[in-house]
């Protein structure tokens, strides 16, 4: 008999590892990093997860980045169930498609014209195959620690999931397809100097991940973004920012709003599809003005700019343009990393606590987290204790070190006091091992 709603987890868990490969459908879920079997989540609202044996759990992956107003938002809800009503694809032009790029173009500073997709992956493999096009030059560079999709050729030294499951690059992905990716340190400038020096008149453009998520939280140091932005144009190519996390996350003009450098493309995904799939890359008209069919570099979708996914976007961010948002999600993110900070200090556990605005990552280590070299040297045993003793006490860390923890507007004064309870407890289970 196949599996219900009553099913016991551990029969459910040896059923899905018989039927998908794990048992998930995208590898971090399965807890691999961390140990013990994954939850199997039933329901969510607001900022709480529940089980499908019926614990509660604070939420503080956010479905790993888009749902910056809580899970189940009414708003959301409601939109999507009116456009369902009209049914669920057409094939064709709607009006949302053109608000949801108005708007997009309104609150992203550096995007004039916009094609949506269906995810953050599609959204960086055709915005490179644009960058490509539009320089008529093969070379990309990307960073150690980012992760970009899983494109084949931006698989190479990409961090968290790679990483997690200790494969340096995947089988199944020829030499020949990553030979023009060129990979730097982030918050190295002499590694992009370098690079360009050699490959100059080659290089298409550089893709970054702005605030670097997939490493844990890494924050830009003071001029990098701005050493980016020259280096790229002195010879040429574009500036790629992967804003998939950092869109609508870090500001409401994601990255680029918040530290005032504008990249030639950006690629969006999470939070501008609402928690429904959705990805989008946009930039400069002269050179969006390239996509088919204004031009001739190819790239398309069945599903792409779906009624439903159009309504959940919009939707979020509208409600994501209220007054005061982001400064409310600073003052929460804010209060639980004092938690995190206190309750390591009293308890004389070791941590690197890298916070930009509602994104964070405690990282088991002395030293300063500055990109994918020093994530890599922390003691990921010690943060796999950590997150089964969160787990007990009812707070969902992300199953894995080189994560961020996204907080959201419904997170409130009960949530920040559970955490910083269970993560007192937590340090001091973490100190007696
Ligand atoms: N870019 C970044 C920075 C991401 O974090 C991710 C996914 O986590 C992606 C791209 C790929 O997005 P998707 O999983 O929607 O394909």
């Known amino acids: 008999m196949g599996a219900t709603a009553t099913t016991a987890p551990e029969q459910l868990w040896r059923e899905a590892q018989q039927l998908i490969p794990g048992g998930v459908n995208s590898p971090v879920r399965a ?113 150690s620690g980012c992760y970009h999709g899983h494109a084949d050729f931006l698989l190479v030294r990409a961090g968290s999931g790679v990483a997690t499951l200790g494969l340096p690059d995947s089988p199944g992905v020829p030499a020949s397809v990553t030979a023009n990716t060129l990979v730097a340190d982030f918050n190295d400038e002499e590694s992009v100097r370098v690079l360009f020096q050699e490959h100059g008149a080659d290089i298409a453009g550089l893709i970054v991940e702005p605030v670097v998520g997939n490493s844990g939280t890494v924050a830009p140091a003071p001029g990098f973004l701005e050493f980016l932005r020259e280096i790229t144009r002195a010879h040429g190519a574009l500036l790629i920012f992967d804003e998939v996390m950092t869109g609508f996350r870090v500001s409401l003009g994601g990255a680029q709003g918040r530290f005032g450098v504008l990249p030639d493309l950006t690629c969006l995904g999470k939070i501008v599809g609402g928690g429904v799939p959705v990805g989008a890359y946009g930039g400069r008209s002269d050179i969006m003005s390239l996509v088919a069919p204004a031009g001739p570099m190819y790239q398309a979708g069945t599903m792409s700019g779906n009624p439903l996914a159009t309504a959940a976007g919009l939707a979020a961010l509208e409600a994501l343009r209220a007054p005061g948002v982001y400064e409310r999600l600073e003052v929460t993110s804010a209060a639980i990393e004092a938690g995190f900070r206190e309750a390591a200090a009293s308890t004389g556990v070791p941590v690197v606590i890298n916070r930009v605005g509602s994104m964070m990552t405690v990282f088991f280590t002395r030293e300063s987290v500055t990109g994918w070299p020093s994530a890599d040297r922390c003691d990921r045993a010690a943060y796999g204790a950590f997150f089964h003793a969160m787990l007990a006490r009812g707070v969902y860390l992300p199953p894995a070190q080189f994560e961020a923890c996204f907080v959201s507007l419904a997170h409130g004064e009960m949530e920040i006091d559970i955490i910083r309870k269970a993560a007192k407890e937590s340090f001091e289970e973490v100190a007696k091992r």
Do not use: C, Q
């Not at 608000?99 to 949506?116: F, G, K, N, Q, Y």
């Open 31 to 143: 807890f691999k990093s961390v140990g013990g079997e994954p939850v199997f989540i039933e329901r969510a609202e607001g900022a709480w997860l529940e089980s499908i044996d019926g614990r509660k759990f604070v939420d503080l992956i956010g479905a790993w980045g888009p749902m910056i107003l809580g899970h189940a938002h009414p708003g959301i809800v409601a939109a999507v169930n009116a456009a369902a009503a009209k049914g669920f694809a057409f094939g064709a032009p709607t009006s949302a498609e053109v608000r949801m790029a108005r708007t997009i173009a309104d609150l992203v500073p550096s995007i004039e014209m916009v094609r949506l997709v269906n995810s953050g992956t599609e959204a960086t493999m055709s915005a490179l195959r644009l960058a490509r096009a539009y320089t008529g030059r093969d070379k990309i560079i990307k960073f």
